[in-house]
């Protein structure tokens, strides 16, 4: 579906932008610390589900074998699963239901999402490309990555955790 978002138009006229809608998904995960700006991302999966979840999980473990791994994480029902519980080495901390704004990763979402912002895709694969760009130009800057999410609240959170 189109990601419509603001745009400019001259004074008394209306802004005509593209639209399109067609069901086809592919889902992003990501991992973003924002005391650090290091990311680690999964793209194009075809399922937003536990056994998706499950392989991200264990994947972004795998990148710090030796570290005790927090993730904030929404309540989506995927994440409720008893199996992503018992990796080891993983916390697993939930937000309050509908509170968005509490998770740091939903504003690098955001700027993904702007990436891709009042533009027709003739399918998906193109699509993929234009967002593999937005999140690897995020990701070979991190100290971009820590402004974007470090609200000191946030930081004072984290660093209490550590």
């Known amino acids: 579906m189109s990601n419509l978002r603001r745009s400019w138009s001259p004074t008394g006229e209306r802004a005509v932008l593209p639209h399109q809608q067609a069901f086809e998904n592919r889902y992003l995960f990501s991992a973003v610390s924002p005391l650090t700006g290091e990311d680690f991302h999964l793209m194009g999966i075809d399922e937003m589900d536990s056994a998706a979840e499950y392989v991200f999980l264990t994947e972004l473990k795998k990148k710090h074998p030796d570290t005790q791994v927090v993730v904030v994480v929404d309540n989506a029902p995927c994440h409720r699963v008893k199996l ?23 504003r690098f979402f955001e700027e993904i999402r702007r990436a891709t912002a009042n533009r027709i895709f003739e399918n998906i694969e193109k699509q993929e490309v234009i967002i593999t ?20 609240w946030i930081l004072e959170q984290c660093r209490k955790v550590n």
């Not at 992503?84 to 939903?106: A, R």
């Not at 760009?133 to 000191?152: E, I, K, T």
Request: no cysteine; hydrophobic share 40%; aromatic share 10%.
């Open 84 to 106: 992503l519980k018992n990796i080891p080495g993983l916390t697993l901390i939930f937000l309050p239901s509908y509170s968005p704004e509490l998770n740091p990763t939903e």
């Open 133 to 152: 760009r937005a999140v690897n130009r995020w990701s070979r800057n991190p100290a971009a990555m820590r402004r974007l999410l470090g609200f000191d």
